[in-house]
């Protein structure tokens, strides 16, 4: 076994079983999101917005990833993932949008969260979300 796929096989490992909590405003967006995360073996639950995503969150024992996007009605990302740090301090953060990420920058994206932009590959939604889960930012 090379380097190469000894870390990717490490990689699988560590992810494998990982519950994401999967937020977005857009039916579309969320909903081919979650089909590419499960056929890739995770556990996604699903959110439409801040405050259904926190009633999840008091639901369950853990989530290993936040994924959601950035700017949403009501509650943006940022806002979800301030409240959602108290109950699981340890979760990481990947922020996806439609908006290029300077135009973001009013939205205080927090240093060291991941930011996957709008539209990605299925390639890019993988990598970003193993990156995120493995420590990557």
């Known amino acids: 076994m090379t380097s190469a796929q000894g870390q990717t ?14 937020v977005d405003d857009d039916d579309a967006t969320r909903e081919t999101a979650k089909m590419i995360l499960e ?14 995503a926190l009633q999840i969150a008091r639901h369950v024992d853990r989530i ?11 509650m943006n990302g940022v806002e979800l993932a301030k409240h ?11 922020f996806i949008s439609g908006y290029a990420s300077s135009a ?12 996957l932009p709008k539209p990605f590959s299925i390639g890019d939604l993988e990598s ?9 930012g």
């Open 9 to 22: 096989a490490a990689m699988a490992d560590v992810t494998a079983s990982a519950r994401i909590l999967l």
């Open 39 to 52: 056929l890739l073996g995770f556990d996604v639950l699903t959110a439409t917005g801040g405050p259904e």
């Open 64 to 74: 290993d990833l936040l994924l959601t996007d950035v700017r949403m009605p009501g």
């Open 84 to 94: 959602l740090s108290a109950r699981f301090p340890e979760t990481p953060v990947l």
């Open 104 to 115: 973001l920058e009013e939205d205080h994206i927090p240093s060291g969260a991941g930011f």
């Open 128 to 136: 970003s979300v193993r990156g995120a889960l493995a420590g990557d």
